[in-house]
């Protein structure tokens, strides 16, 4: 079935996008990245020497893959002035996929609070504008705020990424009513970026409709990463051809599967 992913004028097959952070070594890290099939990988350039392109560095692999798009993002920026540096940083360093006329692809995220990790919302949307007027593709991680995500859109963010519980937490999909209203207005992909602690949230999120996810340590804290990989993938694969498909309207009460009609006395 042909369900391809847009994002910035950009066609993908996975829906599942994953970090690179937290395993234990650089094998494991390519192994579960291939485990999830996902096309993009983001890589957090305050957090990893993007110089450093010697065997075995995290640098070196994503150099040799080239088949994956990497995927810059601003963790550990607190204001805007810091995440558009960053990202013309990583823009100056071949990171982001910038091909066929688009811009370089990035993951925009400015914390306002060290402790829980959620986003500031004005200093997001500040930064959301000046990248997105300096020709980047902007993804920004934000709260599961329908209007901020509404003036994301409408500052030309190429899709919003609202976190479904604290980054890390593995809480799983705190707010699916706030999700939907967002699914309801967004006229670009909502792909849901934090909190997912395991492969029945991701089915959770594409089951509401969400566009695709955003998954790190769900992945990378797992008993056996590459085996959670795996689930990942599946699980956002069931949970998009559930949605496709509509599910079945919720009954109070009982509804036997087998016609009441001409029953054998």
Known sequence: MQDPLIVGGRSFQSRLIVGTGKYKSIDETERAIEASGAEIVTVAVRRVDLNDRSSGSLMSLLQRRTEWIVLPNTAGCFTADDAVRTLRLARELGLGGEKDGHGPMVKLEVIGDPKTLYPDNEQT?????????????????????????????????????????????????????????ILEHAKIPVLVDAGVGTASDAAVAMELGCHGLLVNSAIALARDPVAMAEAMREGVSAGRKAFLAGRMPRSRYANASSPAANLIE
């Open 125 to 181: 949307l500040d930064a959301a504008k000046t990248l997105v007027k300096e020709g980047f593709v902007v993804m920004p991680y934000c709260i599961d705020d329908p209007i901020l995500c509404r003036k994301l859109e409408d500052a030309g963010c190429a899709a919003v990424m609202p976190l479904a519980a604290p980054i890390g937490s593995g809480l799983g999909i705190r707010n699916p009513h706030n999700l939907s209203i």
